[in-house]
């Protein structure tokens, strides 16, 4: 039997969403608040949203509890794939001793932390982005950021402040496609408003990334090396997206960036080097990573003090080679035809039997009645992580690692990360259970009441929409329907609106519950999510509300309205 998604079962659509918004406010109210260990708080966002979703909007209980498992399989894979692979490929460059050869080398391209933080967290975490996306960027560059020597917190944080501006084109251009499908709006308008949209802020981030690290005074001492970051990033952006599309923005934006920053770095140098590695006012609470994980084993641990004493070019080649593997076998999983081809070869489409087309969508959340589909894709061979978990294997061997010592440190990887897996299976259990009982839409039709500021407010629907799924993908999925038909109901642009969801949302990114949790496994800093979350929050909600003034300008505004057309 189908059951009717009801948005407001209070019949007061504002306490409908205080009920609705009760899970997320238990789960990142105990993390920010309560410091509570995440994998506990996000037990007890599941717990009330089960109670929410059951007894307040009378949602079926054999649904719920089905809604909830197929999101701790998403989490699985191929979120939880992700993060375990590459610590893996982390572990294994650490106990073989070529991770100091790689931080060594990366300060040889200069001294200063500002600048090595706008090279890994902004260009190198974008082109991951862009290749990758669903986590992979913060996974990899907080985990370079800690070996570099940034404090716990500097890294964990600022990787996310980084990556934002490129998440609505990540994954080759994935949030987008997404949104064109359920909105049945032209992929190239979405993908040229969105890039007309979000160069503004690729040019902003850079100087916010930075003045967030380093203190303003500190941002005004490199200046001329951010402004070459970002505007080589944005003017790409928008070039890429207007006139070829969604698929490259973020690949050749980030190849741009990286390569016009390092031979800016040739002619230019700051007056003054930056050398702490700890956020400007937040020295006291950086904490430590716990590396008890990381110190090597058995025969590795000769290796790690007798080999790369000297870093001659060899030395420096293999230091370099598991990134570089990395990045290739990550940004061939990212293209579509070999993902497919791949596909071809083994994938199960397993239908949740209890929830497939049992959950209907109705308005005004939607112009007419639409049945949710419920089917994991368990594409083993075509998920990102097994790329990643690939590259690490074949850079195990090329260190000299025998099979067996491979499937020791693997084991320990597994040890390792077990509470940050189960978190993110948790969370994603919780942000499934929300989109199938429809308390997320309850969410966004609140929003859809602000009139004439529904330009701000729709942007900071779509950031809200990141925050809960930890996906832009998932977001545009989620509102990008009722972004078209609000924006239609009140006379705007549904091209405009639609792509606010997705350039507002990609401000949501860094304090979704998933995304933290990534970062903490990244650098080791268990159990101060809550930490980097009251760090972020303020960042992410400012931007956001940026994003939200500037489509506000593009739907009222002259000039900005030119944008729209």
């Not at 596909?343 to 039997?353: E, H, L, N, R």
Request: hydrophobic fraction near 55%; aromatic fraction near 12%.
């Amino acid at each position: 039997m189908v059951w009717s998604q009801v948005y407001d079962p209070l019949g007061n659509i504002w306490l409908s969403a205080l009920m609705a918004a009760i899970p997320v406010v238990v789960m990142l109210g105990c993390i920010a608040f309560g410091h509570m260990k995440a994998h506990y708080a996000a037990g007890l966002g599941l717990a009330s949203a089960l109670a929410v979703s059951i007894f307040g909007f009378g949602m079926p209980a054999g649904l719920a509890w089905n809604a909830a498992g197929f999101g701790a399989a998403f989490g699985l894979l191929p979120i939880g794939w992700i993060v375990l692979n590459i610590i893996f490929l982390h572990q294994l460059t650490i106990e073989n001793g070529s991770f100091s050869v790689l931080q060594d080398s990366l300060t040889g391209i200069t001294d200063d932390r500002r600048i090595q933080l706008l090279l890994i967290a902004f260009c190198f975490g974008a082109f991951f982005e862009g290749a990758a996306g669903f986590g992979t960027p913060v996974a990899v560059t907080a985990a370079i950021m800690i070996g570099l020597g940034f404090s716990p917190l500097a890294a964990s944080g600022l990787c996310l402040i980084a990556n934002t501006a490129p998440v609505a084109y990540g994954a080759l251009g994935t949030p987008v496609i997404a949104l064109a499908a359920v909105t049945g709006i032209d992929l190239m308008q979405l993908s040229g408003m969105i890039g007309r949209q979000l160069p503004l802020f690729s040019l902003l981030v850079p100087f916010w990334l930075i003045w967030a690290f380093a203190g303003f005074r500190g941002m005004l001492q490199i200046w001329p090396a951010i402004l070459v970051a970002g505007l080589s990033f944005a003017i790409p952006q928008y070039l890429v997206s207007n006139f070829h599309g969604p698929w490259l923005v973020d690949v050749v934006a980030a190849i741009v960036s990286m390569v016009s920053l390092i031979l800016f770095l040739k002619v230019w140098k700051p007056k003054k080097i930056w050398t702490s590695t700890s956020l400007k006012g937040h020295e006291t609470d950086s904490g430590e990573p716990d590396l008890e994980s990381e110190k090597p084993h058995g025969h590795e641990a000769d290796a790690a003090a007798a080999i790369f004493k000297k870093h001659d070019t060899r030395a420096l080649v293999l230091a370099w080679m598991p990134w570089v593997i990395l990045t290739a076998l990550v940004f061939i999983w990212g293209i579509p035809e070999f993902k497919k081809w791949v596909d071809g070869i083994s994938v199960f489409k397993i239908p949740f039997t209890g929830l497939h087309n049992m959950v209907e969508k109705v308005a005004p959340v939607v112009a007419k009645p639409h049945k949710e589909a419920a089917v994991y894709t368990l594409n083993w061979l075509s998920a990102t992580g097994s790329g990643i978990f690939l590259a690490s294997i074949i850079s195990g061997l090329l260190m000299k690692y025998k099979p067996l010592d491979l499937v020791k440190i693997y084991f320990r990887t597994i040890w390792l990360v077990r509470y940050s897996l189960l978190t993110i299976v948790l969370m994603l259990a919780l942000g499934y259970l929300t989109r199938y009982s429809g308390t997320d839409a309850t969410l966004g039709l609140v929003f859809a009441h602000t009139g004439a500021f529904y330009p701000i407010f729709g942007t900071l629907l779509g950031w809200l929409g990141v925050a809960l799924t930890g996906s832009d993908t998932a977001a545009n999925v989620l509102f990008g329907g009722l972004q078209k038909t609000t924006a239609e109901q009140l006379g705007l642009s549904p091209v405009l609106m639609a792509a606010a969801n997705s350039s507002g949302g990609v401000m949501g990114k860094m304090v979704d519950a998933q995304s933290i949790v990534v970062a903490s496994t990244a650098t080791r800093w268990y159990g101060h999510e809550g930490t980097i979350l009251r760090f972020v929050f303020f960042h992410s909600l400012a931007l956001a509300v940026l994003v939200g003034f500037f489509v506000f300008m593009q739907a009222y505004v002259a000039p900005f309205t030119s944008l729209v057309h």
